[in-house]
């Protein structure tokens, strides 16, 4: 009976022990990154890796993306909650858009075809409710005779007219005025990434513009989804002349 | 024997004191070390940027969110780059790569009587005049301010075509000075604290272009649209009787048309430019009331004279739509021929104005020329030559 007394005071002490310096690691070892960097890339590295982290080794030029003790990689989610595991999440809220840094001249317009083009943009959320991405733009426009003229748009979706003025766009795959554009790719699959096209822009040969538009969403937080946008242009015999110019503002929002 | 259990009890004693002492330090430094724990975490946020292009000026964020409660009546905006994170209190880098809210002003029905207070680089300050009724979800406007430009987010602009993520923490306070926050770190207790992200990113450019144009003939029959069928050369006789001739007891009329497409907004200018009716002896049948310029004018047969008309039914004597009529050619009976104004239909002069045509794809009037002879009218074959000219305008 003495001897278990003896064995519990033992154990208290241990224990008492073990708490006073095992607990405030814990607490820390949320918030203990650094930032540092890397040549002409910044990144951020953890003073130290737990199982589960991530570090970022870089050169001058380069990073590379590490993980120490990852059990899994890929999205869980029930009815109410999602959970992400991997490298390639972040440990905060987290909002990316990828856009290309590119100017597309889709030459003379013409009142007998139709002229179009597509560019690619890509979304990644994490720790997000979703998100949504909207046109910030107003439509391609041009100055003739000081006048500035904005291409007419479709206020709901509309097949392609030749010879009709119709500026607009969609997010999925076309076989009408030509093959172009594609679905939503979701990246590395569809089981961690889940970007839709929105209403109004996610119907085959279907075009129309409005500024301010959801264009593209999740209704959770997602991996990569590259959209590409397919731009159409008609002109009628009345459309103003001059140089037609659209810088295609994307807005994405995070919802937290 | 006593004694060594005495001293024994005061060994074991101590021992516990100790163990109590280290776990108590233990369960209370992790405590000490979180702060802000005891701030709630406002729900359903958001920031919209009315842009997210790279450095673009004059942007309006909308700022939504669901507070705990209510009582609220200031609070901070601050953002950090790319480098930093959303946790309220954590280390925020602001350097160039976040917005500018120098310039911002601010609405919201959230406080009452919403004004900014501190603004800057990263960081605005908004307080009310009283305090916050409600917890339902609330949006802050922020108008004019400046995004991030590409060349300070080089965190992202170093891979090509990335956009930028930067973030944002929303921190509110129960009184009017931000109760005691000193800065991005150190925030105070704070009612409700949260982070955002949000991503600027470069725009797509597309570029196309549309030529001028202008089509425009003369037909003596109605021309389709754009001239591409039922033009047939514009040959007029005036006369009557077998064969045709001019003489003192009518006022002989025919009829061309002018076809006109354009896209030029400015308009198109027509003008008509020519002759009289000449013979080769040089003899010649007049203009109407001597070529004066404020008809329209009556042309009486019996009275040599020449001119030109369009009528006023729309849809029939000129198009629907896209041709306006200048006044003294506008007549369903009278004519003019002007060739006293600067702008004449005769001379080295640019003709004389009849109609404008808006950007069309099928305007065209019906030109009615007549003319009538005197009695004392030279005999011979008279010929008027007329030129229709189209300017646009774009």
């Not at chain 1, 119907?203 to 937080?221: C, E, F, H, P």
């Not at chain 2, 160039?96 to 300050?125: E, H, N, R, Y």
């Not at chain 2, 590409?150 to 509110?172: D, E, H, K, M």
């Not at chain 2, 808006?358 to 007329?386: C, Q």
Request: glycine share 10%; hydrophobic share 35%.
């Amino acid at each position: 009976m003495g001897i278990n007394i003896i064995r519990l005071k033992r154990i208290i002490w241990y224990l008492s022990f073990l708490l006073f310096f095992s607990v405030p690691m814990l607490f820390t070892g949320l918030v203990k990154a650094t930032t540092t960097s890397c040549g002409s890339i910044n990144c951020v590295t953890e003073s130290s890796v737990s199982p589960g982290g991530v570090v970022n080794a870089c050169s001058t030029n380069y990073c590379l993306n590490a993980s120490l003790g990852d059990t899994g990689i890929g999205n869980s989610s029930s009815a109410n909650y999602q959970a992400y595991g991997g490298y390639t999440t972040t440990a905060d809220p987290y909002i990316e858009l990828v856009t290309p840094n590119s100017v597309t001249n889709v030459g003379v317009l013409s009142s007998s075809s139709t002229a179009s083009t597509t560019a690619q943009f890509s979304v990644r959320a994490y720790l997000a409710s979703g998100y949504t991405v909207t046109n910030g733009s107003p439509a391609p426009s041009a100055v003739s005779n000081g006048i500035t003229h904005y291409l007419t748009t479709p206020s709901t979706p509309t097949a392609s007219i030749i010879g009709t003025e119709q500026f607009g766009i969609n997010l999925v795959a076309n076989t009408s005025p030509s093959t172009i554009g594609s679905n939503p790719q979701q990246l590395p699959s569809s089981t961690y990434s889940y970007g839709t096209a929105a209403t109004g822009y996610n119907t085959s040969n279907l075009y129309k513009y409005v500024q301010g538009d959801i264009i593209a969403q999740s209704a959770s937080s997602s991996g990569y989804t590259t959209y590409t946008v397919t731009y159409i242009f008609n002109i009628s015999n009345t459309t103003p002349s001059g140089f037609y110019n659209f810088s295609h503002t994307l807005i994405a929002t995070g919802y937290y | 024997m006593k004694l060594k259990h005495k001293i024994k009890d005061i060994s074991s004693r101590a021992k516990y004191l100790a163990s109590a002492g280290i776990l108590s330090i233990g369960l209370v430094a992790p405590l000490a070390l979180s702060s802000s724990a005891n701030a709630a975490t406002v729900s359903s946020r958001s920031i919209q940027m009315s842009t997210a292009a790279q450095g673009a000026t004059g942007v309006t964020y909308t700022v939504t969110f669901t507070p705990s409660g209510t009582s609220v009546q200031s609070l901070v905006l601050d953002f950090c780059d790319s480098t930093s994170s959303p946790i309220p209190g954590a280390a925020c880098a602001t350097g160039a790569g976040v917005p500018d809210f120098t310039s911002a002003t601010v609405s919201s029905t959230f406080m009452t009587s919403v004004t900014a207070g501190t603004k800057g680089l990263g960081q605005i300050k908004i307080a009310g005049t009283a305090a916050s009724t409600s917890s339902t979800a609330q949006t802050i406007t922020i108008s004019n301010v400046t995004n991030p430009t590409s060349a300070a987010q080089t965190t992202c602009t170093a891979t090509n075509g990335s956009g930028c993520t930067f973030y944002g923490r929303v921190y509110t306070y129960g009184n009017a000075t931000y109760g005691t926050y000193s800065s991005a770190t150190s925030i105070g207790s704070a009612v409700d604290t949260g982070g955002f992200a949000l991503a600027t990113s470069q725009s797509i450019t597309i570029t196309a272009t549309v030529k001028e144009s202008l089509t425009f003939c003369a037909s003596k029959t109605q021309p389709s649209a754009g001239c591409t069928t039922g033009v047939a050369a514009p040959a007029l006789t005036l006369g009557h009787g077998s064969p045709t001739a001019l003489d003192s007891t009518a006022v002989d009329a025919d009829t061309a048309y002018f076809g006109c497409s354009t896209n030029a907004n400015g308009n198109v200018v027509v003008r008509i430019k020519g002759t009289v009716p000449t013979s080769p002896s040089s003899n010649t049948i007049p203009a109407v009331s001597a070529g004066g310029s404020a008809g329209p004018y009556s042309i009486t047969a019996g009275t040599a004279a020449f001119g030109l008309r369009i009528g006023t039914v729309s849809g029939t004597d000129y198009s629907a739509s896209g041709v306006t009529l200048t006044a003294k050619y506008n007549s369903a009976t009278q004519y003019s021929w002007d060739t006293t104004s600067a702008t004449n239909n005769t001379g080295l002069g640019a003709g004389d104005q009849i109609a404008t045509v808006a950007p069309s794809s099928d305007a065209w009037a019906k030109l009615n020329f007549a003319a009538t002879a005197a009695l004392t009218t030279p005999a011979g074959i008279y010929t008027a030559s007329e030129s229709l000219i189209a300017t646009g305008t774009f």
